[in-house]
């Protein structure tokens, strides 16, 4: 059973960084994709950055293209998401979530395995 667990959010300025972990077990290579998503109250939740975990290819919503950066640490089974020049709009639960077959990386449907979640809020 794969398991997520995100850490790393909190409060922070616009223009300030977070660096978010989410640190995965019980997978041993059966995922192959990890993204993170977004979800704002009263706004549909949002594929933020995804990274295939075999290849290391990467992909970014437009929204955060430049200023986010996801990257993997395969010895600790973590999956980060470095933001960087934070916006009042990128507050949101962030979530991680694995998947195992095909599928478009940020459509939440294709992902089998979801974290808890860990709150951004960004002030201006």
């Known amino acids: 059973q794969v398991q997520l667990v995100e850490s790393g959010g909190g409060s922070v300025q616009a223009g300030g960084s977070l660096r978010l972990s989410c640190a995965a077990s019980?997978?041993?290579?059966?995922?192959?994709?990890i993204s993170w998503f977004r979800q704002a109250p009263g706004k549909e939740r949002e594929g933020v950055a995804a990274?295939?975990?075999?290849?290391?290819?990467?992909y970014y919503a437009d929204s955060v293209k430049g200023r986010f950066t996801i990257s993997q640490d395969n010895a600790k089974n973590t999956v980060y998401l470095q933001m960087n020049s934070l916006k009042p709009e990128d507050t949101a639960m962030y979530y991680c979530?694995?998947?195992?077959?095909?599928?478009?990386?940020?459509?939440?449907?294709?992902?089998?395995?979801w974290g808890q979640g860990t709150q951004v809020t960004v002030s201006s």
């Open positions: 979530a694995a998947k195992k077959y095909i599928g478009t990386w940020y459509r939440g449907e294709n992902f089998s395995y």
């Open positions: 019980g997978y041993s290579g059966s995922v192959n994709c």
């Open positions: 990274i295939y975990t075999g290849g290391g290819n990467t």
